[in-house]
């Protein structure tokens, strides 16, 4: 199970700093990566971290997000820095295993302008 934590309401230019535990199992997930979807749009990719550290951020978020992971304590961040009101969305934490996939339920994150 995938739980995330730390959203929130920010003003413009503020900072988040999401978190998304991984329970009940010592799974090492191949990737992780950070989904979002705001009201009436499809979810979006914002970042993604392999299990060697790699990372892919979004051209939306790049400069701004930075993900990262901690494998000893199966968390998964997503540091958010000068955020915008267009970064308002749900947040979701997503592992990837082989064929496997795993979602957390999500935390709202609303930026204020």
């Known amino acids: 199970q995938l739980v995330e934590s730390g959203g929130g309401l920010v003003q413009a230019g503020g900072s988040l700093r999401l978190s998304c535990v991984t329970s009940?199992?010592?799974?090492?997930?191949?990737?992780m990566g950070w989904f979002r979807q705001a009201p009436g749009k499809q979810r979006e990719l914002v970042a993604t971290i392999t299990s060697a550290g790699r990372t892919y951020h979004a051209d939306s978020v790049k400069g701004r997000f930075t993900i990262s992971r901690d494998n000893a304590k199966n968390t998964l961040f997503l540091q958010m820095n000068s955020l915008e009101p267009e970064d308002t969305a749900v947040y979701s934490c997503?592992?990837?295993?082989?064929?496997?996939?795993?979602w957390g339920r999500g935390t709202q994150v609303t930026v204020s302008s």
């Open positions: 009940g199992s010592a799974v090492s997930f191949d990737s």
């Open positions: 997503h592992g990837l295993l082989g064929s496997s996939e795993l």
